[in-house]
Nanobody, 122 residues
């Protein structure tokens, strides 16, 4: 089992940057594919990015490609999401999640954090 805790959310102006972190506890963190998702009010949960076990392969949603960067530290049991050139449409609750396989569909993820709010003002 894996417990996930996100941090780093907040309020930022459009064009600014934020860095989200997710701390994992429990067993076998390095065996999980780790992902970030987000959910805005009234919308479905959206895939943002994921990173493979060895941190050698990453994937991004079309809406964040070129602006966001996912990274992981298997020794420290953490993953980060560096968010640059933020837009008001990036406003959402951001969730960290763990998956034994590899998918952009949130229903295949086994463990979730509680979420952290990101608000981008125009």
């Amino acid at each position: 089992q894996v417990q996930l805790v996100e941090s780093g959310g907040g309020l930022v102006q459009a064009g600014g940057s934020l860095r989200l972190s997710c701390a994992a506890s429990g067993s076998s963190f390095s065996t999980y594919v780790m992902g970030w998702f987000r959910q805005a009010p009234g919308k479905e949960r959206e895939f943002v990015a994921d990173i493979r076990r060895g941190a050698d392969v990453t994937r991004y949603g079309d809406s964040v490609k070129g602006r966001f960067t996912i990274s992981r530290d298997n020794a420290g049991n953490t993953i980060d999401l560096q968010m640059n050139s933020l837009k008001p449409e990036d406003t959402a609750v951001y969730y960290c999640a763990a998956n034994r396989g590899s998918s952009t569909d949130p229903k295949y993820y086994d463990y979730w954090g509680q979420g952290t709010q990101v608000t981008v003002s125009s």
